[in-house]
């Protein structure tokens, strides 16, 4: 069993950077690929980007290409989300997921575990 606990959204100005994190317990994080998913009102949970246990990373390019970039520290049980030059479009319910080993998953139903969402929020 993996908890996940998301943190670092806010209000933000367009232009702003925000950084999430995301806290796993457990003793194997290292072995877990994680992803970040995003879920704007009445809209479907979407794929942000995701980090493999082996380090690959994948993004959803059309919507943060060069602006977003996901990192992890496995000596802290942690994934991060750097996020840069935000756009109010951003402005979202974001979750962190993760799956055991696996790759850099796209898919909602490819991860096994949630966290509870941090707000984001960009005014313009």
């Known amino acids: 069993q993996v908890q996940l606990v998301e943190s670092g959204g806010g209000l933000v100005q367009a232009g702003a950077s925000l950084r999430l994190s995301c806290a796993a317990s457990?003793?194997?994080?290292?072995?877990?690929?994680m992803g970040w998913f995003r879920q704007a009102p009445g809209k479907e949970r979407k794929f942000v980007a995701a980090?493999?246990?082996?380090?690959?990373?994948?993004y959803d390019e059309d919507s943060v290409k060069g602006r977003f970039t996901i990192s992890r520290d496995n000596a802290k049980n942690t994934v991060y989300l750097q996020m840069n030059s935000l756009k109010p479009e951003d402005t979202a319910v974001y979750y962190c997921?993760?799956?055991?080993?696996?790759?850099?998953?796209?898919?909602?139903?490819?991860?096994?575990?949630w966290g509870q969402g941090t707000q984001v929020t960009v005014s313009s």
């Open positions: 457990g003793r194997t994080f290292s072995s877990y690929t």
């Open positions: 980090i493999s246990w082996g380090g690959s990373r994948a």
């Open positions: 997921a993760a799956v055991h080993l696996g790759t850099t998953y796209r898919i909602v139903g490819n991860y096994d575990y």
